[in-house]
């Protein structure tokens, strides 16, 4: 892809015992970003991505561990493409009381370079449903980027729904 153009890069994690999307809650000005991403330890969630426009994915990282992806065929956009894959949270860190932390996130895009964010989050104990499932569903994130003429992939704008 040409230098200076746009690109979107869309993520949705939902878990794969019961398929529904995670949840988020606000933490106003308290940390570094307003909104906590919460996850479970020892679940496995599955991660889906998708490029407009229709940028084959080389690798997906969370927290440097390489995803397994696979091309998702069932909804056929012509100007998009999208990928699923697994991602277990065993041997992450339970989040203390008060605090949060980032999980790395990291998108290799087919010859035009590699788009790297966080998401501020905080992961409960497996048995901690209460607290790990209350909040708004995070439908998705949602990234628009510019690639630039280094293969750097620049964040313009960020949503999350």
């Known amino acids: 892809m040409a230098a200076g153009k746009s690109v979107r890069i869309t993520l949705s994690f939902k ?9 988020f809650k606000s933490d106003g000005k308290r940390f570094e970003s307003q909104l906590t991403v919460k996850f479970q330890q020892d679940e496995t969630y599955r991660v889906e ?7 084959p994915v080389d690798s997906l990282r969370i927290q440097e561990e390489k995803i397994d992806l696979e091309q998702i065929t069932k909804f056929i956009d012509p ?24 999980l790395k996130l990291s998108v290799s895009l087919w010859k035009s ?12 104990p497996h048995a901690d449903v209460q607290h790990a499932r ?9 990234y628009e980027c510019i690639i630039g003429s280094d293969s750097t992939i ?7 729904a």
Request: no cysteine; net charge positive.
């Open 49 to 55: 991505i998708t490029v407009r426009p229709p940028l």
């Open 113 to 124: 370079g590699t788009f790297t964010t966080s998401l501020q989050t905080k992961f409960y």
């Open 79 to 102: 100007n998009a493409l999208s990928y699923g894959g697994l991602w277990k949270t065993t041997g992450m860190g339970q989040t203390e009381k008060n605090k949060r932390t980032f």
């Open 154 to 160: 620049t964040t313009t704008k960020q949503q999350i």
């Open 15 to 23: 878990r794969e015992s019961d398929g529904l999307p995670v949840v």
């Open 134 to 142: 209350w909040g708004d569903k995070l439908n998705f994130v949602e």
